[in-house]
Nanobody, 113 residues
Framework: QVQLVESGGGLVQAGGSLRLSCATSGSIFSINPMGWYRQAPGKERELVAAISIGGSTYCADSVKGRFTISRDNAENTVYLQMNSLKFEDTAMYYC???????WGQGTQVTVSS
């Protein structure tokens, strides 16, 4: 059974920070670009950030300058550092292995205004 295990979500005040983590197996991590998606109630799921195996990154315009994606190849973990959080960042955040289309169960991020 494929496992991507997210952690780090929670409730934070606007302007605060959170760091999301997503751990998986080496066999998945070594061949997949990784991404973080989010889905707010009543909205479509959107790509927030992605990182290639080599470390090239992409961030959506809505989070650019505030969120940073990184990966630790030794720990088979991808991170999403979220700073200057806004109310509109409230959503369920999902980790994905992009090549093989594997998904985690999601972690809730709630930003209070």
């Amino acid at each position: 059974q494929v496992q991507l295990v997210e952690s780090g979500g929670g409730l934070v005040q606007a302007g605060g920070s959170l760091r999301l983590s997503c751990a998986t197996s080496g066999s998945i991590f070594s061949i997949n670009p990784m991404g973080w998606y989010r889905q707010a109630p009543g909205k479509e799921r959107e790509l927030v950030a992605a990182i290639s195996i080599g470390g090239s990154t992409y961030c959506a315009d809505s989070v650019k300058g505030r969120f940073t994606i990184s990966r630790d190849n030794a720990e088979n973990t991808v991170y999403l550092q979220m700073n200057s959080l806004k109310f509109e960042d409230t959503a369920m955040y999902y980790c994905a292995a992009l090549l093989q289309d594997y998904w985690g169960q999601g972690t809730q991020v709630t930003v209070s205004s």
